[in-house]
């Protein structure tokens, strides 16, 4: 795993996130869009199928906002205003932009905006942990141990950064065989901000966030600095350029040395990982795609002075520079959406105003800049939250039921895919599960659903077994 520089807090491998570099696994820095784009989909390998519909490969980027902790759903976006009372809460829905369409009193601007969106309101799965249900959320398959409360294992299937690394990977190979390679610039997948994955108590790295079985080399390039900082400069200075040079031309004539390099694989591919970073130390596109400061200060404050807001402005720069999945982490702090006590005052007063505003300028700087038609947004947490609110005027986790928010990528904006029950408990109409939510983004980024990976064994595992939501697509 690649990971950028950032507090000092400790990650899956026991050594500081200070550590700019983890040669265990680069990723693949290096890859760039157009090499996702040249083959979007890896079926020509495997047979020819079907025709595929015009939305197949419709977005050429996506970008996920992971929203740590789960909202609730029936205080943000399937609100049951005739509810008893110990149900619907203490929130209005308030009418938008869409008639007959309402959301939370406390997303004013996103009401005004739901003509650039969709919302399923009926998502739904069997996990109420938040472990295996942000690795189902965040791959579209179930965790093999779905009754534990695991760590980030390596037999875990890959997130979708991993597989667009992955589908990067495998035709960065066929444009070499080819020899027409194209000038590599950033990573196919990013992650942002300090994620659940990276800050949790006892040092309990979550799964969903990281390459699992395809290897650590897949991983997303971890961005764990948060952009809302003073002079957020992410990558290491290269103050001696000659130097590190020199250092490159060292290690690979210590890696050439078969005597000292033969005894362990990891070691004879460091080679390449160094390699890579190196690239990702002296690219210029690199350091640009990540200068925040370039932007106007007014832009800047419209998306929000938190980690949220100004990881989506950096996730429409990264995106507009060619990298193919953003993932944006809600922030683990003292404001994340796992609100089993005073629900209601941390939504109105903390969470809600962040993801309202952020959000919202997103939306409406992708499509001022003419990106949002190329560009598939999904806004989703690991479950939705109980119907009814406990003694502490919160609400505990709920699996069967939640709602997840798409715009983007041809998505039909102002339309509601679904419907819960009038408790927001169950869905009533058209389930969605995380692998038709997996089936669907893949769809869109033009990667088969039905591709086949394999993991150490040789065992064979499709991409989802979900279906596209065919209505939204």
């Known amino acids: 795993m690649f990971t950028i520089p950032g507090n000092p807090v400790r990650s899956c491998e026991g050594v500081s996130r200070r550590e700019w570099l983890r040669v265990g696994g680069l990723g693949t820095v290096g890859l760039s869009l157009p090499v996702l784009a040249a083959g979007r989909s890896l079926a020509g390998e495997h047979g020819d199928r079907a025709p595929r519909p015009a939305s197949f490969g419709r977005a050429k980027s996506c970008i996920v906002l992971f929203l740590f902790g789960a909202p609730a759903h029936q205080d943000l976006w399937d609100l049951k205003p005739k509810a008893p009372r110990e149900v619907r809460g203490e929130f209005r829905p308030i009418p938008s932009s869409v008639p007959d369409l309402f959301v939370g009193e406390h997303l004013p601007e996103l009401a005004q905006r739901a003509h650039r969106y969709a919302l399923i309101r009926s998502v739904t799965h069997p996990d109420n942990t938040h472990t295996v249900a942000m690795h189902y959320m965040l791959s579209g398959v179930r965790h093999a141990r779905p009754a534990t409360n695991p760590r980030n ?3 875990d299937f890959p997130c979708f950064g991993a597989i667009a690394n992955y589908v990067a990977a495998s035709r960065l190979r066929a444009a070499d065989r080819a020899q027409a390679r194209p000038p590599s610039s950033l990573p196919a997948a990013v992650s942002l901000n300090a994620p659940a994955n990276q800050v949790s108590a006892n040092n309990h790295i979550f799964p969903g966030f990281f390459a699992g079985f395809l290897g650590a080399g897949f991983d997303p390039l971890f961005v764990p600095q948060n952009a809302d900082v003073p002079d957020y400069r992410p990558l290491p200075s290269v103050e001696d350029r000659g130097r ?8 690979a004539a210590i890696a050439g040395d078969d005597r000292l390099v033969s005894q362990a694989a990891a070691v004879r591919n460091l080679d390449g990982e160094y390699a890579r970073a190196f690239e990702v130390l002296t690219s210029p596109g690199v350091r640009r795609a990540f200068s925040l400061e370039e932007e106007p200060p007014a832009l800047r ?8 807001g100004q990881g989506c402005l950096l996730a429409r720069r990264l995106v507009e520079s060619g990298v193919s999945l953003v993932t944006v982490n ?11 006590k005073n629900n209601f005052a941390d939504l109105k ?6 993801l ?19 560009t598939l947004v999904v806004c989703l947490g690991e479950f939705g939250r109980t119907p009814h609110i406990n003694n ?13 928010v798409l715009a983007g990528a041809g998505i039909p904006g102002g339309a509601v895919y679904g419907s819960s029950d009038r408790l927001a408990a169950y869905p009533a109409s ?8 997996s089936a669907t983004i893949y769809h869109l980024l033009g990667i088969d659903p039905l591709q086949v990976i394999r993991d150490p064994l040789g065992r064979e595992y499709p991409l989802s077994t979900g279906e596209p939501v065919w209505d939204l697509v």
């Open 430 to 437: 058209n389930p969605v599960t995380p692998q038709d939510l």
């Open 392 to 404: 502490a005027a919160g609400r505990d986790h709920w699996a069967p039921c939640n709602s997840v």
């Open 330 to 340: 809600w922030e683990r702090d003292d404001a994340y959406w796992d609100t089993h």
């Open 153 to 155: 294992a390596p037999d």
């Open 244 to 251: 590190l040079v020199a250092r490159r031309q060292l290690l």
């Open 301 to 308: 404050a419209a998306y929000g002075a938190t980690p949220f």
């Open 356 to 374: 309202d505003k952020g959000l919202s300028a997103l939306l409406d700087d992708l499509t001022r800049r003419g990106l949002l038609e190329e």
């Open 349 to 354: 007063n903390k969470l809600c105003p962040n």
